[in-house]
Nanobody, 127 residues
Framework: QVQLVESGGGLVHTGESLRLSCEAS????????MGWFRRAPGKEREGVAC????????YYADSVEGRFTISRDNAKNTVYLQMDSLHPEDTGIYYC????????????????????WGQGTQVTVSS
């Protein structure tokens, strides 16, 4: 009964911001690391960011470091991805994912390291 529901995607112009949310249910949210992946047009799904379950340590792909911020609110069973200074290269479907454990592995994160996935939310950045 694990469920991950993403929201907050949309169409923005280069340099603008979006904040994605992922509401989780059906598991002990505070016991698992959470990640964001994206699938850009013509590319495979890639890890964007990861946050540990308890202390909230964060990790980022080099391509988004300094522009994106992952955070979580364990009281609300929600993980967020704040995306600033968006580029057209950031366009894609963004997925929320539950890690198989409480910590984040080193970048790049493999899809097999995450046990559950949301349906995704579309982010489009126009130039």
């Amino acid at each position: 009964q694990v469920q991950l529901v993403e929201s907050g995607g949309g169409l923005v112009h280069t340099g603008e911001s979006l904040r994605l949310s992922c509401e989780a249910s059906g598991f002990a949210f505070n016991n698992y690391a959470m990640g964001w992946f994206r699938r850009a047009p013509g590319k495979e799904r890639e890890g964007v960011a990861c946050i540990t379950s308890h202390d909230g340590t964060t990790y980022y792909a080099d391509s988004v470091e300094g522009r994106f911020t992952i955070s979580r609110d364990n009281a609300k069973n929600t993980v967020y991805l704040q995306m600033d200074s968006l580029h057209p290269e950031d366009t894609g479907i963004y997925y929320c994912a539950r890690d198989k454990t409480y910590y984040c592995r080193g970048y790049p994160w493999g899809v097999d390291d995450f046990a559950s996935w949301g349906q995704g939310t579309q982010v489009t950045v126009s130039s």
